[in-house]
Structures are given as structure tokens and as C-alpha cells.
């Protein structure tokens, strides 16, 4: 064969896999209804349409949310994420480390600093004891326990890992977690710079 002919070939193949593609490829319907609005459907238009195109379409390369991304908007929709904290050292940080582990959104309220936000949490929780998770106004956690707060927001309907990034370049590696600290504590400044009384 001669390098004609399997350029033609070639062509001829590429060609039909081309139709083939186009044939398979979803029909579209654009038209305008009744009411001048312009509308794209998958279903034949009604007879009153005017304007009717067939289109067929291909690849969606429209970036969709990857599903954890979408379970973590509808449930921050549903039950935004509040921690009411203060300094008050190994307690805090771990309740706020697994809110971050688990890619969760949440607001900080530091109730030290911040006197609505301590008015909110004693209104919603009746102490005045930190940390508290309040997801929405419904599902609150008085005070760190890890597997409370994982049960809260399973309820709550947040993903239980977080959405991989889409930034691509390098990957972080993060420390192993330590065994986490649980309890609460009260308001009152710590006697000796913030940091949390051993047991």
C-alpha cells in the first residue's frame, strides 16, 4: 500500500468515528415558547414553538462540584457551622482540628472577646462553658467529645472527609493526630497564661 492510500484510509476511519460520535451524541432541542422565553430541552418542542433548532452536544465541559463538595454546601446551607471558643488551650485547638480535618466550613465566635457571641452561645446552650458546636440552631454539642461531635455532624449531613482540592500542584502532608483532648471550660481567664490544667 502506498502512503496514499493509508493516508486516505486513515482519514476514512476518522471520519466514521467522527459520525459515529456525532450520532450518538444527545439531541437538544432551543426554541421559543408562547411566552418569548428561550428554552433548551431534550424533548420535542410543542407545536406553538418558534424559532426550533436540533443541536447535538457532546462532552459536558462545564466544572460541576465533585459530590463531597456539593453534600458539604447543602449541609452548611442547612446547618452552617459555629464554634464558640475561647484560649482555652489542648481542648480548643482539638475541636477546631477536626472541624479542619474534616473539611468542614464553620464560623469562629470567641466568646472571651466577642460578647454577643457569648450572649448567642449562654442562649443556646444555657451555660457558660466553651467549646460548644452549634450546627444551625437545632444540633448543638455542649462541650469536646470527638465522637459526639462526628455523630452531630453526620446527622447534620457533612461529608465524612473533605473534598479533594483542585489546586493540583504539591500535595501536604499533615501530622498524625493526637489522641484528643475532651471536656469543657469555664469563661473565668486561666490563672496561668491559657493553658489547659492537665488530669
Do not use: H
Amino acid at each position: 500500500m502506498d502512503s496514499f492510500a493509508i493516508r486516505t484510509a486513515l482519514g476514512l476511519a476518522a471520519l466514521a468515528v467522527t459520525v459515529t460520535a456525532l450520532a450518538q451524541a444527545p439531541q437538544v432541542y432551543r426554541y421559543i415558547d408562547v411566552d418569548g422565553r428561550i428554552v433548551y430541552s431534550d424533548r420535542a418542542p410543542p407545536s406553538s414553538a418558534k424559532d426550533v433548532q436540533t443541536k447535538r452536544v457532546g462532552a459536558n465541559y462545564v466544572e460541576t462540584s465533585v459530590p463531597g463538595e456539593l453534600a458539604s454546601k447543602i449541609a452548611s446551607d442547612r446547618f452552617p457551622a459555629t464554634l464558640y471558643t475561647f484560649e482555652c488551650g489542648e481542648v480548643c485547638q482539638n475541636a477546631e482540628a477536626l472541624l479542619n480535618r474534616r473539611g468542614v466550613p464553620f464560623t469562629t465566635v470567641d466568646v472571651q472577646k466577642d460578647e454577643q457571641g457569648m450572649i448567642r452561645m449562654r442562649t443556646l446552650t444555657g451555660e457558660d462553658r466553651a467549646p460548644v458546636l452549634a450546627l444551625g440552631d437545632k444540633l448543638i454539642v455542649n462541650g469536646f467529645n470527638a465522637a459526639r461531635w462526628q455523630a452531630a455532624l453526620d446527622e447534620a449531613g457533612y461529608p465524612k472527609t473533605p473534598a479533594p482540592r483542585r489546586t493540583g500542584t504539591g500535595s501536604r502532608q499533615e501530622a498524625p493526630p493526637s489522641a484528643p483532648v475532651e471536656g469543657t471550660r469555664s469563661m473565668a481567664p486561666p490563672p496561668r497564661g491559657g493553658d489547659y490544667p492537665k488530669q
